[in-house]
């Protein structure tokens, strides 16, 4: 079973999602440039909502490089172990499990993405395993000092990026420790959102979500705030500001769309049937509610979607962002986009047949032009409860 989301969103001035030079993100579609908001921005801002619908937290993950400092504090601060030596342990622990950690900033080669009880787990292996792990992090240290001698004498033939290159594969046994470690079968936004790990797919999660990047209905173009700012305490002869600058933003209205994969979402939950509908509901409704927090104190975009369509089947997905392909224009954005989006999804079912398909629609001001009375919901719990309902079925 598939659920569909569909959401047209207007936001006022915003730069929700920057770039690298600071200005709200655009992607060029249908020949002309429109405002974006990429999945990823929008996977973290329903994220951070999870756990206000239904998931608690130990149901949900952490994305982080800070293993290594999370778990040493917890060696000391629980089983009385010495600071200095407990980060000089658990980054040699983390190695043995066959990730790498910048001698610099203790933090991991990548940002991992685990379950709550990761740092309490790598700290009970550390300590459990505390004689070798000590071992083999003075013997890397008396490597790595002879290594440094022999550069320093000229007589080292081995490249200087070597000795950072070399991993530690790990045997049968502590492979077993690190995906106790990284276990995930109980994560809900893991089991959504999946896990890559480059260097060792055993630990790898399929995603069960797939999250589009939001686009704009219409055409955009780019505009920035010039800004002025004066001290409070400068004395009263004096003018002229002290802090000039400018802030990029757009205005646009967004399609959002979103797709989530019941089966695969229940096979990464160790078919957890109950923990799999919580997380459907918590998933749906934290998309709808999700916005980015980008410049938000500063512009205060803070909408909800007006138009909601989700869409639930035995198979396929379809985004209906080729509605919008050619550009809406007109003074009554939303209400146009309604409209296109309604009229893409009634030529996509005639054309390709749509009988397996459930739809439940939703608008704030009940426009809902082509959609029947029967696929129709009156407020935003009725929408949620038909959705689920025809999954839960």
Same mark, same amino acid.
């Given at each position: 079973?598939?659920?569909?989301?569909?959401?047209?969103?207007?936001?006022?001035?915003s730069?929700?999602?920057?770039?690298?030079i600071?200005?709200?993100k =655009?992607? =060029?579609?249908?020949?002309?440039t429109r405002g974006?908001?990429?999945?990823?921005?929008?996977?973290?801002?329903?994220?951070?909502?999870?756990?206000?619908?239904?998931?608690s +937290?130990d149901?949900?993950?952490?994305?982080?490089k800070?293993?290594?400092d999370?778990?040493a504090r917890?060696?000391?601060?629980?089983?009385?172990?010495?600071?200095e030596? #407990?980060?000089?342990?658990?980054?040699?622990?983390?190695?043995?499990?066959?990730?790498?950690?910048?001698?610099?900033?203790?933090? =991991?080669?990548?940002?991992?993405?685990?379950g709550p009880?990761a740092s309490?787990?790598?700290?009970?292996?550390c300590?459990?395993q505390w004689?070798?792990?000590?071992?083999?992090? &003075?013997?890397?240290?008396?490597e790595?000092k002879k290594?440094?001698?022999?550069?320093? =004498?000229?007589?080292?033939?081995?490249?200087? #990026?070597a &000795?950072?290159s070399?991993?530690?594969k790990p045997?049968?046994?502590?492979?077993?420790?690190a995906?106790?470690?990284?276990?995930?079968?109980?994560?809900?936004?893991?089991?959504?959102f999946?896990r890559?790990?480059?260097?060792?797919k055993?630990?790898?999660?399929?995603?069960?979500?797939?999250?589009?990047?939001?686009?704009?209905? %219409?055409a955009?173009v780019?505009e920035?705030?010039?800004y002025t700012a004066?001290?409070?305490l400068k004395?009263?002869?004096e003018?002229?500001?002290?802090?000039i600058?400018?802030?990029?933003?757009?205005s646009?209205?967004?399609?959002?769309?979103?797709n989530l994969?019941? %089966?695969?979402?229940?096979?990464?939950l160790d078919?957890?049937?109950?923990? +799999?509908?919580r997380?459907?509901?918590?998933?749906?409704?934290?998309?709808? %509610?999700a916005?980015?927090?980008?410049k938000?104190?500063?512009?205060a975009?803070?909408t909800?979607?007006d138009?909601?369509?989700?869409v639930?089947r035995?198979t396929?997905?379809?985004n209906?962002?080729?509605a919008?392909?050619r550009?809406v224009?007109?003074s009554?954005?939303?209400?146009l986009s309604?409209?296109?989006l309604?009229e %893409?999804?009634?030529?996509l079912?005639?054309?390709y047949?749509?009988?397996d398909? #459930?739809?439940?629609?939703?608008?704030?001001?009940?426009?809902l032009?082509?959609?029947d009375?029967?696929?129709?919901?009156a407020t935003?719990e009725?929408?949620? #409860?038909?959705?689920?309902?025809?999954?839960e079925?």
């Open positions: 079973m598939i659920i569909e989301l569909h959401l047209l969103q207007s936001f006022p001035v730069n929700l999602n920057r770039d690298d600071g200005q709200p =655009t992607a =060029t579609f249908g020949g002309v974006r908001i990429s999945s990823q921005s929008l996977k973290r801002a329903a994220r951070q909502l999870f756990n206000q619908y239904g998931l +937290t149901e949900t993950g952490v994305r982080t800070r293993l290594l999370n778990a917890l060696l000391v601060d629980q089983r009385g172990r010495d600071a030596h #407990s980060q000089v342990v658990v980054g040699a622990g983390l190695e043995a499990l066959g990730f790498g950690v910048d001698a610099g900033t203790r933090l =991991t080669q990548y940002l991992l993405f685990v009880k309490e787990l790598l700290a009970d292996f300590d459990r004689d070798r792990l000590e071992k083999a992090a &003075a013997a890397k240290a008396a790595a290594a440094a001698a022999k550069k320093k =004498t000229g007589d080292s033939d081995e490249p200087e #990026s &000795a950072k070399k991993k530690i045997d049968k046994e502590t492979l077993a420790e995906q106790r470690i990284l276990d995930a079968q109980k994560v809900a936004d893991i089991a959504l999946g890559m790990i480059a260097d060792n055993d630990f790898n999660v399929e995603a069960a979500s797939q999250v589009a990047h939001a686009l704009s209905t %219409h955009v780019n920035f705030d010039y004066v001290d409070d004395p009263q002869d003018s002229g500001a002290d802090m600058g400018t802030v990029d933003f757009n646009a209205c967004y399609y959002r769309y979103a994969d019941l %089966h695969q979402l229940t096979k990464n078919r957890d049937v109950d923990l +799999t509908m997380t459907a509901r918590a998933w749906l409704y934290a998309l709808i %509610h916005v980015p927090t980008g938000q104190n500063s512009m975009a803070r909800m979607p138009t909601l369509i989700g639930s035995e396929g997905a379809w209906l962002a080729n919008f392909l550009p224009t007109g009554d954005l939303m209400d309604t409209q296109r309604i %893409h999804l009634g030529q079912r005639s054309f047949g749509g009988k398909m #459930s739809v439940t629609a939703a608008s704030v001001t009940g426009t032009p082509g959609i009375e029967a696929e129709r919901a935003l009725e929408f949620g #409860s038909r959705v689920l309902a025809s999954i079925a």
